[in-house]
């Protein structure tokens, strides 16, 4: 079974940056691609990024482009979401999934999921 804990999240100002972390326990982290999705009020969930098993092929949602960065740290069996220049659009509950196809997570659909942490950007 593979458990998902994401960590990182908080108040922040517009403009200001944070970095997410999601750890992952069990085995084989890395055999899977990893993700990042968020929810905002009354909003559908929405893809941010994700990365390959590898970690040489990234992806990213438009409205996040050249604001975030997805990594991976295999021996740690942690993925990181590193987002700058935060905006009150981006608040949300952020999410980290886990899949063994790197393509399902592009689409929005993935086999494990962390409970979520909150980040809240006020203007």
């Known amino acids: 079974q593979v458990q998902l804990v994401e960590s990182g999240g908080g108040p922040v100002q517009a403009g200001g940056s944070l970095r997410l972390s999601c750890t992952v326990s069990g085995r084989n982290f890395g055999s899977y691609a990893m993700g990042w999705f968020r929810q905002a009020p009354e909003k559908g969930r929405e893809y941010v990024a994700s990365i390959s098993a590898s970690g040489g092929n990234t992806d990213y949602a438009g409205s996040v482009k050249g604001r975030f960065a997805i990594s991976r740290d295999n021996a740690e069996n942690t993925v990181y979401l590193r987002m700058n220049n935060l905006q009150p659009a981006d608040t949300a509950v952020y999410y980290c999934?886990?899949?063994?196809?790197?393509?399902?997570?592009?689409?929005?659909?993935?086999?494990?999921w962390g409970q979520g942490t909150q980040v809240t950007v006020s203007s």
């Open positions: 999934a886990a899949d063994l196809k790197w393509g399902r997570l592009v689409g929005g659909v993935a086999n494990f």
